[in-house]
């Protein structure tokens, strides 16, 4: 038996290996606090979010973060424990924010909505598996203003991508 790709399933493929590229693009450049990237691949998360439902953008998500990790080799490192529970609750709070009733929230507030439960997952799980010390708290007012800040970058971009190459439901 043999399965036939569709173009919307061309598109995934497509859009999933240039999430994956961004986030080893990403992780080339220096960052000021360990940490802080601008989560740029999350604009794609969103696009395919909006194009294809929360579970195809949980699916992107999470082939990111395990194909990234195993071309970066990080994968089952610290790094990675961090990127995959920042994933989990980023892609949990779409789940949830996806049920509300309403119109959603559209590009940017998904995005705002998943940067931020990225970090707060993240730090969460840094404080419990790697750095026992609740000093660690003093860091996240700083992190999570930054996670806000290129949420709505990110947001806005993937908004422009969707009305770029529709449809998506912005």
């Keep these: 038996m043999q399965l036939q790709a569709t173009r919307e399933d061309h598109r995934i493929a497509?859009?999933?290996?240039?999430?994956?590229?961004?986030?080893?693009?990403?992780?080339?450049?220096?960052?000021?606090?360990?940490?802080?990237?601008?989560?740029?691949?999350?604009?794609?998360?969103?696009?395919?979010?909006?194009?294809f439902g929360w579970r195809t953008a949980a699916w992107v998500s999470m082939l990111r973060v395990i194909c990234g990790s195993l071309l970066l080799g990080t994968f089952l490192s610290p790094t990675f424990m961090l990127s995959a529970g920042g994933t989990v609750c980023s892609i949990s709070i779409l789940w949830l924010a996806g049920r509300l009733p309403g119109e959603g929230f559209g590009a940017i507030?998904?995005?705002?909505?998943?940067?931020?439960?990225?970090?707060?997952?993240?730090?969460?799980?840094?404080?419990?598996?790697f750095i026992p010390h609740a000093a660690i708290w003093h860091l996240f007012p700083?992190?999570?203003?930054?996670?806000?800040?290129?949420?709505?970058?990110?947001?806005?971009?993937?908004?422009?991508?969707c009305s770029e190459y529709p449809p998506c439901k912005t």
């Design 14 to 51: 497509w859009l999933a290996a240039l999430a994956i590229s961004i986030h080893i693009l990403e992780s080339a450049f220096p960052s000021p606090l360990p940490g802080l990237k601008p989560g740029l691949a999350n604009v794609i998360t969103i696009a395919v979010l909006l194009q």
């Design 109 to 129: 507030g998904y995005s705002v909505l998943a940067a931020l439960a990225h970090m707060t997952g993240q730090f969460v799980l840094a404080r419990l598996l």
């Design 142 to 161: 700083v992190m999570l203003t930054a996670a806000l800040l290129f949420g709505i970058v990110s947001g806005i971009i993937a908004r422009t991508m």
